[in-house]
C-alpha cells in the first residue's frame, strides 16, 4: 500500500458516489467502500505492516479516506432520499411553472364599474347591435339629413340605411320603442367612426349610454345629481364635476360635463391643456322631438348622457396614449393588475 493508492482509491471513491444516482446505488457504494468487508476497513487494517516511521502519514491519509467517503455517502443517501436524479423525482426546490393569473382589462373594468355604480340607481344594461340602421342612430336622434356626422368622412356606411353605429345613443331609441316609461337604461358598447388613429382618437371606441324616462316631471338638477354620484363613485370623492352649456340634436338643454384634471388636480398642465378640467360625457333632457319619433307623449321627461369609456380609463390610470389600450401588450397591461 502506498499513499499515492489511497489517494487514487478516494478520487475512485467519491466520483463514483457522486455519479450514483439511486439510495439503492448509494447503498452498494457503501458495502464496497465503507462496508465491515469494504475497502476502507481493508485498507486500515493494512496500517499494521507499514513501517513505524511511516505510520503517521499514513494513519492521517487512510482517515481522510474514511472520513471523506463517509461523507460523500451521506450527502448522496440525502438527496437520494429526496427523489434527486432518479427520474420520477420531485425537486421542491425548482422554480414552479408561471401561469400567469389574468385581469380585467381597464376598457372593461370601466364599464363593469360603471355598471356597478349605474346598477345601484336602478338602472338596467339594455343592447344594441353594432351595425345600426340610419334611423335610430340619426333620424329618431333628430339629427338632421344635413349633419356632419352623417358624412360619408365622419361614418362607415354600409349601405344606404345601414352603418357602423357612431354612438350608442340608438339604444335610447331600441329601449323606448321597445318599452313604455319608466326608462332607467344604460348600454356600454363599440361605437365607430372615421376618425384618424392618434393619442386620443380610434376609429373604433366605447361608449356608455344612459337613458332615464318618467311621466313625473325630470329635471336638470336630476341629471348633475346621478352624473356628480357616478363621477364621486368612478373616481373618488375629491372629483369636482362640470357641467358646460352645449348642443346635441337630441337634447335640450345639453350639457357637455368635465372632471378636474387627474394629473395637475384642477391646477392647469399639459393634459387638460392648461384648463383644470377634462370633459368625458355629453348628456341633456330628452328633446321632446325624439320622444314624438317613437311614440311617446309628449308629456314624457327624461335625461340622457353618454360618456367616453377610453377617457374615463385613461384619466383614472394616467394612460396618455389611447392607442396602448388596444396593443393587447401583457407588458404594458400588467400595470393594471
Ligand atoms: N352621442 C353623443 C356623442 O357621441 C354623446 C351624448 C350626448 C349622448 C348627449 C347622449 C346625450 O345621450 O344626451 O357625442
Given at each position: 500500500m502506498t499513499l499515492q493508492e489511497i489517494e487514487s482509491t478516494k478520487t475512485a471513491a467519491l466520483s463514483e458516489i457522486a455519479a450514483a444516482s439511486t439510495a439503492d446505488a448509494v447503498e452498494q457504494l457503501r458495502v464496497k467502500y465503507?462496508?465491515?468487508?469494504?475497502l476502507v476497513p481493508a485498507m486500515m487494517k493494512g496500517l499494521?505492516?507499514?513501517?513505524p516511521a511511516d505510520k503517521p502519514a499514513f494513519g492521517q491519509a487512510l482517515n481522510a479516506l474514511r472520513v471523506a467517503i463517509s461523507a460523500a455517502l451521506d450527502g448522496r443517501k440525502a438527496a437520494a432520499a429526496q427523489g434527486g436524479g432518479s427520474r420520477d423525482a420531485f425537486d421542491f426546490s425548482l422554480p414552479g411553472s408561471w401561469r400567469g393569473v389574468g385581469s380585467i382589462h381597464p376598457i372593461s373594468e370601466v364599464i363593469e364599474e360603471a355598471t356597478r355604480i349605474f346598477a345601484q340607481l336602478g338602472f338596467t344594461v339594455a343592447d344594441g347591435p353594432d351595425i345600426e340602421t340610419e334611423f335610430n342612430n340619426f333620424d329618431a336622434l333628430n339629427t338632421a339629413k344635413h349633419h356632419p356626422s352623417r358624412d360619408a368622412r365622419d361614418t362607415f356606411w354600409l349601405g344606404p340605411e345601414r352603418l357602423l353605429r357612431t354612438q350608442t345613443s340608438p339604444v335610447q331609441i331600441r329601449a323606448m320603442l321597445a318599452k313604455k316609461p319608466p326608462v332607467r337604461i344604460i348600454n356600454p358598447g363599440r361605437c365607430y367612426r372615421r376618425d384618424t388613429t392618434d393619442a386620443t382618437h380610434a376609429a373604433n371606441f366605447h361608449q356608455i349610454e344612459g337613458l332615464f324616462v318618467d311621466t313625473a316631471p325630470v329635471s336638470l338638477a336630476d341629471l348633475k345629481s346621478t352624473l356628480s354620484h357616478f363621477a364621486r363613485e368612478m373616481m373618488g370623492q375629491s372629483v369636482k364635476v362640470r357641467f358646460r352649456p352645449h348642443y346635441f340634436p337630441?337634447?335640450?338643454p345639453s350639457v357637455e360635463v368635465d372632471l378636474t384634471c387627474h394629473v395637475c388636480k384642477g391646477k392647469g398642465c399639459a393634459v387638460c391643456k392648461q384648463s383644470g378640467w377634462i370633459e368625458i360625457l355629453g348628456a341633456g333632457i330628452v328633446d321632446t322631438r325624439v320622444f314624438r319619433n317613437v311614440g311617446y307623449d309628449e308629456d314624457c321627461y327624461g335625461y340622457a348622457f353618454g360618456m367616453g369609456v377610453e377617457r374615463i380609463a385613461m384619466i383614472k390610470h394616467g394612460i396618455?396614449?389611447?392607442r396602448l389600450l388596444y396593443t393587447g401588450d401583457l407588458r404594458y397591461l400588467r400595470n393594471f393588475l
Open positions: 465503507a462496508g465491515r468487508n469494504g499494521r505492516d507499514v513501517p337630441f337634447t335640450e396618455t396614449d389611447l
